[in-house]
């Protein structure tokens, strides 16, 4: 198993979790999603191609994570597309008693991914909600009173769909459900708002960042090995100059689109320092 990267000194808020007699999700604004912090500070969600290249087949399998985290992973590599397919079916879900059945058609599912509206985006949807559905995660973190509190089960307990009209033009009506104890994941501590607009412009890379720096109001300083193990990046260790390039253009780019104030990497120590644009972070936080 690969070493857990660890951070060089502790994130804004330990990821602990919350009483799981709470039966809904916390209620964000239509703008924003919610993420659990554990799963945004790991590589449970890489930044290899969405489209390209054969996943990965993990049975029990540490993923890479920050200090105070552990997250042991079955199932086949999840990517930043099952990422966006994950966050909204939260979204949608927030609404209700988790455990009952979460509704929605096929086409509004993929116009709020941004997707192209065809059949292998339909093909698309339906690998990631079975993905999701086959995982197995069983999540640690350190508890916030000592000791350790955890979450065992998969993003996706179950889903299916009804499928009506001519074969050229089908309406596909799903239902999934969502476990009950992920709600254990989302106390105010625990989760991050991120900007939903704004995500689905970005790169894979950029998506994994976004997240990530979402769980840091004052971000500290990263090493770019770190940041390589976080992300899951397909580049391997030995070409870290390549995934330094990449990342020193997904900093640029997340610049330009006023989610930092500031960012760069450090030619001297291979620091990554990252500045939250404060008003970003007042809107995502509201």
Known sequence: LAETPRPLMKPRSSATVTDSSQLQLPIWPQDLRGL????????????ANMRKGERKHMKRSLIATVSGIKI??????????????????????????????????????????????????????????????????????????????????????????REEGDGQTPMREWEILLEREIISLFNPHSYSRLDWKMRLKLPALEKWLHSFYHTHAQPFPYKVETIHGLTGSEIALKDIRKFRYKLKKALENLVEHGFFASAMIDPRTDLVHVVRNRQHISIVER
């Not at 597309?81 to 993929?110: K, P």
């Open 36 to 47: 659990p912090n554990a799963f945004a500070r790991s590589a449970l969600f890489t930044v």
């Open 72 to 161: 042991e992973y079955t199932g086949e590599e999840l990517r930043q597309d099952d990422e966006d397919c994950f966050l909204q079916i939260l979204h949608i879900a927030r609404n209700q008693e988790l455990g009952t059945a979460v509704r929605f058609t096929a086409y509004s599912m993929i116009s709020e991914l941004g997707w192209t509206k065809n059949t292998s985006s339909y093909k698309r949807l339906v690998d990631c909600l079975d993905r999701m559905k086959a995982s197995s995660i069983t999540l640690t973190v350190a508890a916030k009173q000592g000791g350790q509190e955890g979450y065992s089960g998969s993003l996706i307990r179950s889903f299916r769909w």
